[in-house]
């Protein structure tokens, strides 16, 4: 069973450059959410999504949106890059519909804003 | 308090038990979570308990969870260095769907 994939796995972007990670969930999985992973904040939730409803917005700027396709699978963007931005982007999917017992993460995306 | 909290560093000797702490913030999380991070990797999940259950014991793991004092565990028998990584622990409040992760302890086994 393929895990939770997301592309690409690093980025380098200009600042002021906007840019779209990409998440497939487990197969089955209809809950996907977005986590900020740094060095100095730790992890932060940034968005969960089911089917193709956002149910929860963690406190990030506007720049940071996302969205869920109807074959489970979720972009995020990130616009107007800031050099703050640079991060490790994990995707985590769920089976549950509402209590989740069991978030499966993907290897991440790491961006670097330069 | 807002956040989860956790102790930042473990050495611990090949052999020997890890116990890694943590404090979680709502007596209405539902299920609380153990993750390991291991250098450039995600996040993989350990085990993870509900919130009505005291202990769960899973192969070398054991997590022990104190509802009064929010207060939740992660043991490792007989850690190996295949053990040295960051461990996370989160919570899942009810009706959140997401989860809210601590800073993570770094565990470092020595020989």
């Known amino acids: 069973k393929a895990g939770v994939t997301q592309t690409p796995r690093y980025l380098i972007k200009t600042r002021g450059q906007q840019v779209t990670l990409s998440c497939s969930p487990i197969?089955?999985?209809?809950?996907v959410s977005w986590y900020q992973q740094t060095p100095g904040q730790g992890l932060q939730f940034l968005f969960e999504?089911?089917?193709?409803?956002?149910?929860n917005k963690g406190n990030f700027p506007g720049r940071f949106s996302g969205r869920q396709f109807s074959n489970s699978r979720s972009e995020m963007n990130v616009s107007t890059l800031e050099l703050g931005d640079s991060a490790l982007y994990l995707c985590?999917?769920?089976?549950?519909?509402?209590?989740?017992?069991?978030?499966?993460f993907g290897s991440g995306t790491r961006l670097t804003v330069v | 308090g807002e956040d989860v909290e956790q102790s930042l560093f473990l050495s611990v000797r090949e052999g020997d038990s890890s116990v890694i702490n943590c404090t979680y913030t709502?007596?209405?999380?539902?299920?609380l979570y153990w993750y390991k991070q291991e250098p450039g990797a995600g996040l993989q999940l350990l085990t993870y308990?509900?919130?009505?259950?005291d202990m769960k014991q899973d192969q070398r793991l054991t997590v022990l969870l104190n509802k009064k004092d929010k207060h939740l565990s992660l043991r490792i028998a007989d850690t190996q260095t295949g053990d040295s990584a960051i461990y996370f622990c989160?919570?899942?409040?009810?009706?959140?769907?997401?989860?809210?992760f601590g800073a993570g302890t770094t565990v470092t086994v020595r020989a």
């Open positions: 985590a999917s769920s089976l549950a519909e509402s209590v989740n017992y069991g978030y499966t």
């Open positions: 197969s089955g999985h209809r809950s």
């Open positions: 999504y089911f089917s193709e409803t956002q149910r």
């Open positions: 709502d007596s209405s999380s539902t299920y």
């Open positions: 308990i509900f919130s009505n259950m």
């Open positions: 989160a919570e899942n409040r009810l009706g959140d769907y997401k989860l809210s």
